[in-house]
């Protein structure tokens, strides 16, 4: 559909338009498309003024009408050919796939002096860049954006029974719902790869307001020319998880970023507990302790395996009963322990986005100390998870008089018990004595 609706400006005169493809294979479709209307059938090939070149192997391919207008094909694997030319149009062949940077640092720019528009067909991959771009055309403001939304079976002419076309339902039954959600129904929230497959927006992004009573804690993903994320969690006395509040800034060191840290209006009552970081840079560790005046602990073990981290992670994120009722039908109360407030854009963008490496996909339950996931928008929840880690699987907000042993009034028996810092016992068994039991 790009190309065909891109055919129109080659009449035009002194137009420039390229099709900008993650690689030149991605990038051939829409030229193909365009070459068969003018090329082909037009039969403009046999004119000698049309200048052209049709090599995908070499990555050569363009068209030139004799009145200057001209169509390229770019791959944004090769970045120094993005710069410096004036374009009128510019189609980003499977943009999902692209680098945001692609777009903002070199195909943007290029539109802008000349007013120039810009296309971009995709099949959906989650809640990326693409996302919020495409979410633009839903905005009143945004007068100049515009965004569809087609499943395969709206093309009645290659389906026509629509959604009960039977291709459709064979290909329903046959692959995966992540993939059949994903590359024919054109939805967003769902792609293979995903690796936090129980994250929805509609059940895990909710408004948090700072509660003084609860712990508060900073978990840090170091960073200068990737963003530095540092995460303000609360964990409730039932350990719910609210990630509240995120810093989310490139290039500035670790001291410029405390410095804004502190800076920020703060909630009545607010306190810091501890903070956790990434032990790959204790430098950083003890710069941050000392500029925010608050521990700051970085165990390797936290970092080391990566499926751990994560398995904490969906632990939270799933659904569990409350032990209340919904109705007077017995209906049970199931909720996630996991919470997002919406200011938390970036947080919100990678818990929907993080994906697994294509070859890991298949064995992702077997990664354990190598990262399954591709290292692109993961620094809010490399942060996250290794605050997790630190404190659900190391104890590093526990220590001796954490622990409370009392005899019971009622049966005698000892008591042990792990008490949070808000006084409150959560966990709590029964000790059988037996004769000659030291402690």
């Known amino acids: 559909m790009a190309g065909v609706d891109r055919v129109p400006d080659m009449f035009v005169p002194d137009r420039l338009g390229w099709i900008v493809g993650p690689t030149y294979d991605l990038g051939e479709k829409e030229f193909r498309v365009m070459w068969n209307s003018l090329i082909v059938k037009l039969r403009l090939g046999l004119d000698k003024r049309v200048r052209k070149a049709y090599n995908k192997r070499q990555g050569d391919m363009w068209i030139e009408m004799p009145w200057g207008s001209r169509v390229e094909v770019r791959s944004a694997t090769q970045p120094e050919r993005l710069v410096g030319e004036k374009l009128d149009w510019a189609i980003m062949s499977e943009a999902a796939k692209h680098n945001k940077e692609t777009w903002e640092r070199f195909i943007r720019p290029s539109l802008a002096d000349r007013r120039g528009t810009a296309d971009f ?41 629509g959604r009960q076309d039977p291709e459709i339902i064979e290909l ?44 508060n804690y900073i978990m840090w993903d170091w960073g200068y020319v990737r963003p530095c994320a540092a995460i303000e969690v609360q964990i409730d006395p039932m350990d719910n998880i609210y990630v509240w509040r995120e810093h989310y800034r490139s290039y500035l060191p670790i001291r410029e970023h405390c410095n804004v840290l502190k800076g920020r209006i703060q909630p009545e009552g607010y306190h810091l507990d501890l903070m956790f970081g990434d032990a790959a840079d204790p430098e950083a560790t003890d710069t941050a302790a000392t500029e925010m005046g608050i521990g700051c602990i970085s165990d390797p073990r936290a970092k080391e395996n990566w499926r751990e981290g994560i398995d904490v992670m ?33 947080t919100i963008r990678e818990m929907g986005g993080y994906r697994a490496e294509d070859n890991n996909r ?61 006084g409150d016992t959560f966990f709590r068994d029964e000790i059988s004595l037996t004769s000659g039991m030291e402690f």
């Open 121 to 161: 067909p995709t099949t959906p991959e989650g809640f990326n860049w693409y996302y919020d771009l495409w979410m633009l055309g839903h905005d009143p403001t945004f007068t100049n954006y515009e965004c569809w939304q087609f499943p395969s079976w709206e093309n009645t002419v290659i389906f026509p029974g």
């Open 314 to 346: 969906k632990m939270f994120l799933r659904s569990h009963p409350t032990g209340r009722d919904l109705d007077e039908f017995g209906t049970p109360e199931i909720v996630p322990k996991f919470f997002i407030d919406p200011s938390c854009v970036n």
């Open 362 to 422: 298949s064995n992702l339950r077997e990664s354990s100390s190598t990262s399954a996931a591709v290292k692109l928008d993961d620094h809010c929840v490399d942060a996250i998870r290794y605050g997790l880690v630190h404190i659900y699987k190391l104890g590093a907000t526990y220590s001796l008089r954490d622990i409370l042993v009392s005899v019971s009034p009622t049966s005698g028996a000892l008591e042990r018990g792990l008490i949070n810092p808000s």
């Open 172 to 215: 329903e039954r046959t692959t995966s719902p992540e993939w059949f959600a994903q590359e024919i129904g054109a939805d967003f929230s769902a792609f293979v790869g995903k690796i936090f497959s129980e994250f929805n927006e509609t059940t895990h992004v909710r408004p948090h307001q700072f509660n003084p009573r609860w712990r």
